[in-house]
């Protein structure tokens, strides 16, 4: 595959230092049971350190150009050629007959998209490594009050838990990016609220950083909570999003439950 081209339509940053492949790895610590799920395989040199600890593999790569080779040189790589935010997660849970474990250097510029199409399916995903920009993976991380925190702040970290594992160089991979890279570990174990309803919770979060620099009261007056009455409400609305923790958003979502129109 040494002729292929990273693509700049598909967000292609091929990794290409050995060292940070391993530790990316590493990160994951595959056991050899363990349905490993990557993302984005490309030429495959993340795919090459994953089959030193595991004997099969899934992969989900959008690019046509490398399928074939793919084939012929892993041939315990199961390979689903589509787009990974068109792909039914439900068809790898029925082939892994467990919960499956993601990694990937994903397209940068599909970042938020796949993150929250992991949250939408963290019942069937265990656990997921990923290569993020930097600016991105400090949002999943973010204290209350600062520019950073917003909807992947409080969505992250009510659903799973997440860690910023360790900063990566533009330098290694090809083409370079401009910006900077981090992977992130994030966990789907976390103990949900069995009195939330979840879709609720989620359209909540994202109705009260809808106006970002507004209140609370006036977000949610522009949102589809409009029309709800909040005049019994436990809870300061002249603040902003961004000074509420994920606590705050449980109060509102179970008082947006009992409260309807």
């Given at each position: ?7 700049k ?9 050995d ?6 790895v ?8 363990d ?9 495959g ?9 595991v004997?099969?593999?899934?992969a989900v ?6 399928i074939s ?22 068809k790898?849970?029925q082939k ?19 993150v929250?199409k ?5 019942n069937l ?5 990923l ?16 520019k950073?925190y ?8 009510y659903?799973?838990?997440?860690n910023l594992c ?6 290694v991979?090809k ?5 900077e ?6 966990f789907?174990?976390?103990e949900?609220?069995s009195?939330?309803n979840?879709?609720?919770?989620i359209?909540?979060?994202?109705a009260?950083f ?6 609370l ?12 009455n909040?005049s ?11 000074e ?18």
């Amino acid at each position: 595959m040494k002729n292929i081209k990273p693509l700049k339509k598909f967000g292609q940053n091929y990794l290409i230092d050995d060292n940070i492949i391993k530790k990316f790895v590493n990160e994951l610590d595959p056991a050899p049971d363990d349905c490993i799920v990557e993302i984005g395989p490309g030429k495959g040199s993340i795919t090459q350190e994953l089959f030193n600890y595991v004997d099969k593999l899934i992969a989900v790569e959008i690019d046509n150009r490398v399928i074939s080779e793919l084939n012929e040189k892993y041939s315990n790589l199961n390979i689903f050629h589509t787009d990974v935010l068109k792909l039914d997660f439900q068809k790898i849970y029925q082939k892994c007959n467990s919960k499956f474990r993601i990694i990937g250097n994903i397209p940068f510029n599909i970042t938020s998209p796949i993150v929250f199409k992991l949250i939408e399916n963290r019942n069937l995903v265990s656990d997921s490594v990923l290569i993020i920009p930097l600016d991105i993976a400090k949002r999943f991380i973010a204290q209350k009050r600062t520019k950073e925190y917003g909807i992947l702040t409080v969505l992250l970290n009510y659903f799973s838990n997440v860690n910023l594992c360790f900063k990566i160089s533009p330098n290694v991979f090809k083409p370079r990016p401009k910006i900077e890279a981090a992977v992130v570990h994030i966990f789907f174990e976390n103990e949900i609220d069995s009195e939330i309803n979840n879709k609720m919770f989620i359209s909540v979060v994202k109705a009260a950083f809808g106006n970002r620099r507004k209140t609370l009261k006036n977000s949610l007056s522009n949102s589809i909570f409009k029309k709800y009455n909040f005049s019994k409400i436990d809870l300061d609305l002249s603040r902003r999003a961004e000074e509420l923790d994920i606590k705050d958003f449980i109060s509102l979502t179970k008082f947006l439950q009992v409260n309807g129109k």
